[in-house]
């Protein structure tokens, strides 16, 4: 079946570094892969996506890297904020389903 | 922006009784789901709908049903509602045109509480 990881449960990082998350995927080929960020007692927002065939995607302090060959994508949030603080969930999908992660909850520390 | 609203941030509910969870969405879209999601297990998929009067069963359908009789409403029923639902229930729709790039969006859930 289908099965999605995130490096950790939760990820504790000082103001200012660049925080990496990491979503690893088997059982599947997705097609194009979706970070979202979820705030407590919230809805998911949608981040960016990153296609098959793309190496790399950026927006802001966003960067995302797709790795169909590992079968893993990277998060890196530079500059990081405590605003930044979330959880980050990892969606790989190949049609107009989603299949969601349980997250990382990201801690930016001041 | 795109806005996905659901009728209620909590709700307490008795075993046994039908609850209604309805989902109105602003933005034209084809697309509407239903997830619940639970602590470590992340966003499970109840039912999805495609269009109007379809609807198609997630991963977790037992217990549930839903009506989308207008594109703009997907509604959630519990029909006998039991203490294993309780969860927080996410709406989400997504635009079929241009695939997935911009992404589901979700509204603000609701809390169940099934006593």
């Known amino acids: 079946s289908q099965k999605i990881e995130q490096n950790s449960e939760a990820l504790n990082i000082q103001e200012g570094k660049t925080a990496t998350l990491t979503c690893n995927y088997t059982?599947?080929?997705?097609?194009?892969l979706q970070w979202y960020r979820q705030d407590p007692g919230r809805g998911p927002v949608f981040l960016l996506l990153i296609r098959e065939n793309e190496k790399e995607k950026r927006k802001e302090r966003l960067k995302v890297t797709f790795d169909t060959t590992l079968k893993q994508s990277l998060f890196h949030i530079t500059a990081s904020q405590p605003a930044d603080s979330a959880t980050y969930l990892c969606v790989p999908g190949s049609a107009r389903q989603l299949t969601f992660g349980s997250g990382t909850q990201l801690t930016v520390l001041p | 922006d795109v806005k996905v609203t659901q009728s209620s941030r909590y709700l307490v509910k008795r075993t046994g009784e039908k609850v209604f969870l309805e989902c109105v969405q602003d933005m034209d879209h084809e697309n509407m789901f239903w997830y619940r999601q639970d602590p470590g297990l992340g966003l499970r998929l109840i039912y999805f709908?495609?269009?109007?009067?379809?609807?198609e069963k997630g991963d977790i359908p037992e217990g549930y049903s839903v009506s989308r009789e207008k594109k703009e409403r997907f509604s959630l029923i519990l029909e006998s509602a039991s203490t294993n639902q309780t969860s927080m229930y996410l709406c989400?729709?997504?635009?079929?045109?241009?695939?997935?790039?911009?992404?589901?969006?979700f509204g603000s859930g609701t809390r169940l509480t099934v006593v």
């Open positions: 989400a729709s997504s635009n079929s045109s241009g695939g997935p790039i911009y992404g589901y969006t």
């Open positions: 059982n599947y080929s997705p097609a194009y």
């Open positions: 709908s495609y269009d109007v009067k379809m609807k």
